[in-house]
Nanobody
Framework: QVRLVESGGGLVQPGGSLRLSCAVSGSFFEINVMGWYRQPPAKERELVANITRGGSPNYADSVKGRFTLSRDNTKNTVVTLQMNTLKPEDTAVYYC???????????????WGQGTQVTVSS
């Protein structure tokens, strides 16, 4: 069974940095898209950044120039979100997301991690 395992997050002061990692475990055919969403308090879940298989990272305008999404190319099952110059408005629960084809020829499935809290506050 496919699982997304997240690590990182926590409390940081404005201007600080945090790193989030997400690893896919289990049996599958291929990962099509992988990235991070976030849900601020009392708001809808929104895309932060993602990357397609063989593609370049795609970022929300609000994080461009501050966040960097990278993929472990030796495994292709791990992505890391480096978050710099954090702002209070970055406070949210961050969710890893992956669209994965579990078996050749079948439609892809959408998977979510359990979420990790990021709080930016002085």
């Amino acid at each position: 069974q496919v699982r997304l395992v997240e690590s990182g997050g926590g409390l940081v002061q404005p201007g600080g940095s945090l790193r989030l990692s997400c690893a896919v475990s289990g049996s599958f055919f291929e990962i099509n898209v992988m990235g991070w969403y976030r849900q601020p308090p009392a708001k809808e879940r929104e895309l932060v950044a993602n990357i397609t298989r063989g593609g370049s990272p795609n970022y929300a305008d609000s994080v461009k120039g501050r966040f960097t999404l990278s993929r472990d190319n030796t495994k292709n099952t791990v992505v890391t979100l480096q978050m710099n110059t954090l702002k209070p408005e970055d406070t949210a629960v961050y969710y890893c997301n992956a669209r994965i084809t579990t078996h050749y020829g079948r439609a892809e499935n959408n998977y979510w991690g359990q979420g990790t809290q990021v709080t930016v506050s002085s």
